[in-house]
């Protein structure tokens, strides 16, 4: 399956991230928006699943408005894809 993943989110994950979501990372194509960026990448479901689990963090109060808003995007994208 294919996703696009927010750069912000991809960033954080490949400082946090287990080993296989690394892996992953870095097979994927970025792809230039704007002022940001994403990573395309092709990964089984339950991976992707994963990642925002490994990058809870974001999804807190205490992360920035940008950092929030990457996490909502990419588990919108995963629940879409399901």
């Known amino acids: 399956m294919v996703l696009n993943l927010p750069g912000l989110l991809a ?3 490949a400082t946090v991230g287990d080993e296989t979501v690394r892996q992953t ?3 994927g194509r ?3 928006r704007g002022q940001g960026h994403s990573l395309r990448i092709t990964a089984p479901l339950n991976l992707h699943r ?3 689990q490994q ?5 807190a109060d205490t992360a920035g408005p940008a950092e929030r808003k ?3 995007v990419y588990a919108t ?3 879409a894809a399901e």
């Open 11 to 13: 960033d954080h994950l």
């Open 25 to 27: 990372l870095a097979s």
């Open 30 to 32: 970025t792809i230039r």
């Open 50 to 52: 994963t990642a925002p």
């Open 55 to 59: 990058s809870a963090a974001l999804a």
């Open 70 to 72: 990457a996490y909502r």
């Open 77 to 79: 994208r995963i629940a």
